[in-house]
Nanobody, 116 residues
Framework: QVQLVESGGGLVQPGGSLRLSCSPS????????MGWYRQAPGKQRELVAI???????NYADSVKGRFAISRDNAKNTVYLQMNSLKPEDTAVYYC??????????WGQGTQVTVSS
């Protein structure tokens, strides 16, 4: 079964930057959207950013102007550049791929901790 593999998480000071990457372990066809979600302790998982096949993007209000999502269609890879990180960005970040049949693929998650 194909899985998504995230990388790039870690510990960073407030105001710092991190870049997350996500790639599938095998072939996935007909991807409609790629996105990033996050879940902080005691909170529900929330959408952070999403990008369509055509490059249209959408962001949570809390990250607009600080985060940027991009994708490499040839590699089926999605990235999340996170700048000006805040302590409230601390969470486990999950990547998600949705195909044209609305089937969801999820990664195992990568921890992002913003703390001084």
């Amino acid at each position: 079964q194909v899985q998504l593999v995230e990388s790039g998480g870690g510990l960073v000071q407030p105001g710092g930057s991190l870049r997350l990457s996500c790639s599938p372990s095998g072939s996935i066809f007909n991807i409609k959207t790629m996105g990033w979600y996050r879940q902080a302790p005691g909170k529900q998982r929330e959408l952070v950013a999403i990008i369509t096949t055509f490059g249209s993007t959408n962001y949570a209000d809390s990250v607009k102007g600080r985060f940027a999502i991009s994708r490499d269609n040839a590699k089926n890879t999605v990235y999340l550049q996170m700048n000006s990180l805040k302590p409230e960005d601390t969470a486990v970040y999950y990547c998600n791929y949705k195909n044209i049949g609305d089937y969801d693929y999820w990664g195992q998650g990568t921890q992002v901790t913003v703390s001084s």
